[in-house]
C-alpha cells in the first residue's frame, strides 16, 4: 500500500517549521489514502533524548502514524544489499579525498560549479593501494549523467545537478542520500514530503534509484520557515520550537492552530485542515516567523508571504 512519511534527524528539538513539515507530510498521506510512516534518521548527528523528544512533540500536535517508528541504525543491512548491487554494476569507486583536496580541486575551470572534481574516479589499483594507508576510502557513485529530472508536486518539473557522489562515507557509514532511496523504496513509500532545502538532493537521489531499479516517487518540497533576516529558522533565533513557546504560556493546540493558519488552513482541528487541504492552494513562498513577536490570536506575525 502506498506511504508518505516524515523522516527527522534526531539532532535535536523541532521548530515551527520542521513542525510544519511534519504537519504537511501528514496531510499530504492522509488526504491521498496514504499510510503515514515515521523513520529516524540517526545515522549521524544523534542528541541524546532528541528521539523521544520529537516522538512526543508529534504526538502532541496530533500527529499519528502506522506501524512502528522505524530507525536507519536498525536497517543497516537493507544499505549494504544497495551497496553490493551497485558493486556489482561497476557503479562505485574509492574515494580518498579530503574537503580540501575537493575544494582545490573543484576551483579548475573545466569542474562544473558544486561537483565532484573526478579526483579518485580513474585512480589505478596502485594508486589506491597507496591512498589505502593513508587514510580510508568513501566509496562515490561512478554517475553517467550530469543532471536528472524529477517530478515535484509544488514544484513541477525539476532538474538537478548529479554528479559522483558519496553514498558510503570513509568512516563506513551509508550517507543520507543512499539511506533515504533504499528506505523509502524498503518501505514502500511512494510520496516524499519535505523541506525544500532538500529539493536539490532529489535529482541525486532519484538518479540513485533508477540505478537500484527502484520505483520512481512522487515529491513534495514544501517551503520552508524563515526568520526576520531570512535565514532558515534555527533554534537559535529565539522560542522557535514547542518546549520553548510552552514554558512562554502557549498551548500545544495554539501552536498546531498558528501552523495551520501559516499554511492557510482552518485551525480548529486536524480533521477540519484535512477536509480543506488542497496542495494547489498551499502558500508557495516560505513562512517569515518573528519569534520576538509572535502572537497565539493572530497570525499577523507569522503570516505566508503571498
Ligand atoms: N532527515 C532529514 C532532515 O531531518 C530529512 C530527510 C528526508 O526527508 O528525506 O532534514
Redesign the pocket.
Known amino acids: 500500500m502506498a506511504a508518505g512519511r516524515f ?3 534526531p539532532s535535536g528539538e523541532l521548530h515551527l517549521g520542521n513542525l510544519r513539515t511534519a504537519l504537511l507530510a501528514w496531510l499530504f498521506a492522509r488526504s491521498t489514502e496514504r499510510r503515514f510512516l515515521l523513520r529516524v ?1 540517526d545515522l549521524d548527528r544523534v542528541r541524546a533524548g532528541a528521539e523521544a523528544a520529537q516522538l512526543t512533540e508529534l504526538t502532541a500536535l496530533g500527529l499519528s502514524w502506522d506501524g512502528e517508528v522505524s530507525r536507519q541504525s536498525e536497517r543497516l543491512h537493507h544499505y549494504d544489499d544497495a551497496v553490493t548491487h551497485l558493486r556489482n554494476d561497476g557503479r562505485l569507486f574509492e574515494c580518498f579525498c579530503t574537503r580540501r583536496d575537493i575544494a582545490e580541486a573543484a576551483s579548475a575551470p573545466h569542474v562544473l560549479p558544486g561537483h565532484y572534481p573526478g579526483t579518485c574516479r580513474n585512480l589505478s589499483e596502485s594508486e589506491r593501494e597507496a591512498a589505502r594507508s593513508v587514510r580510508p576510502a568513501a566509496l562515490r557513485l561512478r554517475a553517467c549523467v550530469d543532471s536528472y529530472e524529477v517530478r515535484d508536486l509544488l514544484h513541477g518539473t525539476y532538474a538537478g545537478a548529479v554528479d559522483d557522489f558519496v553514498v558510503v562515507r570513509n568512516d563506513g557509514v551509508p550517507a543520507y542520500n543512499l539511506a ?1 532511496v533504499v528506505d523509502d523504496a524498503e518501505q514502500g513509500i511512494d510520496q ?1 514530503v ?2 525544500e532545502d ?1 529539493l536539490s538532493s532529489a535529482p541525486r537521489q532519484a538518479y540513485l534509484g533508477s540505478l537500484l531499479e527502484l520505483p520512481p516517487v512522487e515529491y513534495a518540497h514544501v517551503p520552508l520557515a524563515l526568520n526576520p533576516e531570512g535565514r532558515r529558522l534555527a533554534k537559535r533565533d529565539g522560542s522557535v520550537t514547542l518546549e520553548a513557546l510552552t514554558a512562554e504560556g502557549w498551548d500545544v493546540l495554539q501552536i498546531r492552530a498558528l501552523i495551520l493558519r501559516s499554511l492557510g488552513l482552518p485551525d480548529f482541528s486536524l480533521e477540519t485542515a484535512l477536509e480543506a487541504f488542497d496542495p494547489e492552494q498551499l502558500p508557495r513562498e516560505a513562512w517569515v516567523v518573528d519569534p520576538s513577536n509572535l502572537s497565539s490570536t493572530d497570525d499577523a506575525a507569522a503570516t505566508p508571504n503571498r
Open positions: 523522516a527527522p534527524s534518521e533515504v516524499v519535505r523541506g532538500l
